[in-house]
């Protein structure tokens, strides 16, 4: 699964669900990406990123730069078949790393107002989940507590929250590390679910196992939820290597 987030319309956003208290959107993004730049720079480019099947440590850093491109042009349509992430990488096939690094750079430096906007978050969990991809790809695990990752789980458990309440799928309970527990979708909870933020943020963007999310912290049948769960509806055949 290539994308993390995908652009859609806007969500019915909670105020009760922004960004945690600290450093901002744009302080998080930056941040990302400079651990981020600073893991591409040391790769050998040919290198597989198993997380996005048929990607590279060049494609990831060509997708990287064309993401925050086309979220700053406001090019979210694609044609049939087509998906936003391959394309991305399609414009930019043979780009060297360290030209999609300057053109990252230039990009980050009209992306004030975007960072700022409710958009922010959607940028911060596009970086933050493909930091992690890179980092199993070349066995350089960290930055698994930082903030940014509990940010980067505040759009995603948006858009669940609202796919549910339209659906009328089943609602369930989730508490997140030491967080209050939430409920997404509307109704009486089926189950409850324990996780790190991270373990959520890769689950949520189909980086698991369906055994390796029912293997998880669960109070009840997890099975009704395991579909809502994956934002994209579907997860990986076989387990990440480095998760």
Do not use: K, N
Not at 20 to 37: F, H, I, K, W
Not at 158 to 174: E, H, K, N, T, V
Request: glycine share 10%; proline share 6%; charged share 30%.
């Amino acid at each position: 699964m290539s994308d993390t987030v995908r652009p859609e319309p806007e969500a019915q956003h909670d105020p009760a669900g922004e960004q945690p208290a600290g450093q901002s959107t744009a302080e998080l993004y930056d941040a990302c990406m400079a651990r981020t730049a600073a893991l591409l720079r040391d790769a050998d480019p040919s290198t597989p990123v198993d997380a996005c099947p048929g990607w590279t440590v060049e494609a990831l850093a060509a997708h990287l730069a064309g993401a925050l491109a086309d979220f700053l042009a406001r090019r979210f349509d694609v044609a049939d078949g087509d998906d936003f992430g391959e394309r991305t990488v399609r414009e930019r096939q043979g780009q060297a790393v360290a030209e999609s690094l300057a053109e990252w750079e230039r990009h980050r430096a009209r992306a004030g107002d975007l960072l700022a906007s409710p958009m922010g978050g959607v940028l911060v969990a596009e970086v933050v989940s493909h930091e992690q991809d890179l980092r199993c790809a070349l066995g350089r695990p960290g930055a698994r507590s930082d903030q940014s990752v509990r940010a980067g789980l505040d759009r995603p458990l948006d858009q669940i929250d609202q796919r549910l309440r339209q659906s009328g799928g089943p609602a369930f309970r989730l508490a997140i590390d030491d967080e209050e527990q939430r409920i997404i979708g509307e109704g009486e909870p089926v189950a409850t679910l324990r996780a790190s933020a991270y373990d959520l943020l890769r689950t949520i963007g189909g980086r698991r196992t369906r055994d390796q999310v029912r293997a998880m912290d669960w109070d009840g049948d997890p099975e009704p939820v395991l579909d809502s769960l994956a934002l994209f509806g579907s997860y990986r055949d076989t387990p990440l290597r480095g998760e």
